[in-house]
């Protein structure tokens, strides 16, 4: 049951993944026991399933997923935002307010204003209804400070590494906190401009270069290069 490329090689529309016992997962399909891509990609072997991670995708939102999105409208109910999905997604007032929420006399936009940016969480979603947001978890609510960055939604496993191993060496090395969003919406927050400048220029790199091997240490190798540059100009 051989395979035709090599682990998070290249691939595009058409191409022969695998054949034989393997099940198709996102972005591929199987026709008479041969197992193709559906899109332009990564692929990805795991045991005997075969990913395709598309390197330009839309964000599919999925319940518990964190997202950073923009209030687009405040309704009698609550907020609507933009979380870069097909689907607009709801904030409801009464997820919101301490206490009873009373749409006659309590003034929305006083909490959240059209242009706001929110850190949430998917609480619920499916093909009946659009998703519905919380911000009722510490960590979540109103972004008042640090730096959007925003990237393919499918390259956000990328920037995060294998065990973590990606996203701890942009904080250690940058000083930043970094909040990615699943919906490829990032929050970079440091106590200098140029720490956030430095974050940000890794997470670029990641992205355009995600499809390569080696790039932990190449992301490594230019964050030291940079700061040593600074140190030298200070």
Known sequence: MPTFYENR?????????????????????KEEGKLYASCVGMVEYSERRVNVVALKAFYTPKVGDTVIGKVTDVTMGGWIIDI???YPSLLRASDVMERSYRPQ????????????LLIAKIVSYD???DP?????????????RGQIVEITPTKIPRVIGRKGSMISIIKS?????????QNGTVLVRGKTPEEERL?????????????????????????????EGESKND
């Not at 090395?173 to 969003?181: A, F, N, R, S, Y």
């Not at 997470?203 to 290069?225: A, Q």
């Open 9 to 29: 090689q290249l691939v595009t529309p058409g191409d022969l993944l695998a054949e034989g016992n393997y099940v198709a997962g996102e972005n591929t399909f």
């Open 84 to 86: 870069d999905a097909p």
């Open 105 to 116: 006399k309590d003034e929305l936009t006083s909490i959240y204003d059209v242009g706001d």
């Open 127 to 129: 093909r009946t209804r």
């Open 132 to 144: 519905l947001l919380t911000v009722r978890e510490p960590g979540l609510g109103k972004i008042t």
């Open 173 to 181: 090395e940058t000083g930043c906190h970094v909040l990615l969003g």
């Open 199 to 227: 974050a940000i220029m890794a997470i670029r790199k990641i992205e355009s270069e995600s499809h390569t091997s080696g790039l932990t240490n190449r992301v490594t190798e230019m964050l030291k290069k940079e700061k």
